[in-house]
């Protein structure tokens, strides 16, 4: 079954870093592409970062510079380091997994809160 | 203000048919596929359709998705209760190189 699961989100000061782990099970991350999305509390959902199989990155606008997504194929887990945090930052993050050109499984997702 | 254009809110009775549109350009759906999902309150997204019309396994045919030139939509027919949730569209852009959601339509079954 395939299955992921986001960790690491909590209440953090504006200026703060925060590294979210998603766990992946039933299928191997460094085969897939690999997103993180977000969603601030009642608004829609926001893209944040891709990461393909063959290792290429992109990100939103709003976290370039700031963001950065990898993976540790030994631990078959994605992260997002997220630096330089703020305010608007604040969402819950989904770890998802493409399904071909959509986004198929999707976590629980982790709350993250950019405050002081 | 999302890249894609969607209704913020469509609503009908149970039994009936709903469409929710997503609006976009030729950088995003006129050249990529579409994909839709739902939210239930409290959850995760979950995939509806994917490539523009295709569904994945477990999905029911009262979802069904389209496309026409630069925009994309989604039927949903013989409308349940349950089925009151918020959709997204989305795709990729190729000039922005990043992938875009529509802003979300919320669906009231009346």
């Known amino acids: 079954e395939v299955q992921v699961v986001e960790t690491g989100g909590g209440l953090i000061q504006p200026g703060g870093s925060l590294r979210l782990s998603c766990a992946a099970s039933g299928f191997t991350v460094s085969s897939n592409y690999m997103s993180w999305v977000r969603q601030a509390p009642g608004k829609g959902l926001e893209w944040v970062s891709v990461?393909?199989?063959?290792?290429?990155?992109h990100y939103a606008d709003s976290v370039k510079g700031r963001f950065t997504i990898s993976r540790d194929n030994s631990k078959n887990t994605l992260y997002l380091q997220m630096n330089s945090l703020r305010a608007e930052d604040t969402a819950v993050y989904y770890c998802t997994t493409a399904y071909s050109s959509g986004w198929g499984y999707w976590g629980q997702g982790t709350l993250v809160t950019v405050s002081s | 203000q999302s890249v894609l254009t969607q209704p913020p809110s469509v609503s009908a009775a149970p039994g009936q048919k709903v469409t929710i549109s997503c609006s976009g350009s030729?950088?995003?759906?006129?050249?990529?596929?579409v994909s839709w999902y739902q939210q239930l309150p409290g959850t995760a997204p979950k995939l509806l359709i994917y490539d523009n019309n295709k569904r994945p396994s477990g999905i029911p045919d009262r979802f069904s998705g389209s496309k026409s030139g630069t925009s994309g939509t989604l039927d949903i027919t013989g409308l349940q209760t349950g089925d009151e949730a918020d959709y997204y569209c989305?795709?990729?852009?190729?000039?922005?190189?990043?992938?875009?959601f529509g802003g979300g339509t919320k669906l009231t079954v009346l």
């Open positions: 990461i393909y199989s063959g290792g290429d990155t």
């Open positions: 989305g795709t990729w852009d190729s000039s922005l190189s990043v992938v875009v």
């Open positions: 030729s950088s995003n759906i006129g050249n990529n596929y």
